[in-house]
């Protein structure tokens, strides 16, 4: 699926979401309909809240499998930023992220710190799981997440990509708590938010479920970064260091 083709599923869930709130924003009132300022009032409402779920450290296969399911259910598109090493024997999970319209990134080939690294080493955590993803997918669009969020001068310089960090994290690696980690995000999630989980635990695997439901109920639509961005009319620069995208 093109690039295209996965902003229009956007604008197309943000057009269902426009035409749910002018009529409950109708319904509200015939008043406030025949103001004069209106019209105007009802474009603000319809601007969609999103949230860009990222998932580190995979794919992992039953876990990633497990989030793959769950997402679909729910039409949900996601953020997975990928470990190299891992790749092989998991092309069937990438593949079926591509094709559902999971966006795909790279956090390095065997999780190491980019800091600090000389350009061989750096070529060979970075360029070298990009080369494995354009043979597996046929292009090398790829945003970079750095590990433990990690970056100075020289990541910035050679990524040659868009860098990713996050604006929530649940710390979900430290007790593996699907009800804290639900409980952290749901307080700490705001429209434009990046957030920040691992798809290699189980107890995160149900708590991003638990909060699709939970935000999907208050309004929230999911996107993937590129999307997020892109319905903000931001453009992502290679080297640039993007955290969120409040509106
Ligand atoms: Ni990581």
Known sequence: MGVRSRRLGVLWAAGVAAILMVGAALGAGREAALQADAPAQLEEQAAPK??????????????????????????????FFLIGAQI???????????????????????????????????????????????????????????????????????????????????????????????????QEARDGSIVLLHDIYPASVEAALQVVDALHAQGYLFCTVEELFAERSISLEAGQIYRQAYP
């Open 50 to 79: 999103l949230i860009a779920l990222t998932f580190d450290d995979g794919p992992r296969r039953s876990t990633t499998t497990a989030l793959l399911d769950g997402l679909a259910q729910r039409g949900v598109h996601a953020t």
């Open 88 to 186: 092989e024997g998991n092309e069937d999970l990438i593949c079926r992220m591509d094709a559902e319209g999971h966006q795909i990134g790279i956090h390095t080939y065997d999780h190491v710190s980019l800091t600090g690294l000389n350009r061989a080493d750096f070529s060979a955590q970075v360029d070298r799981t990009r080369e494995v993803l354009r043979q597996l997918l046929g292009h090398d669009n790829f945003l970079l997440r750095p590990p433990y969020g990690a970056t100075d001068a020289s990541v910035e310089l050679w990524a040659e990509c868009p860098i990713v960090l996050w604006s929530v994290d649940p710390e979900d690696w430290r007790d593996k708590d699907t009800a804290r980690e639900v409980e952290h995000i749901l």
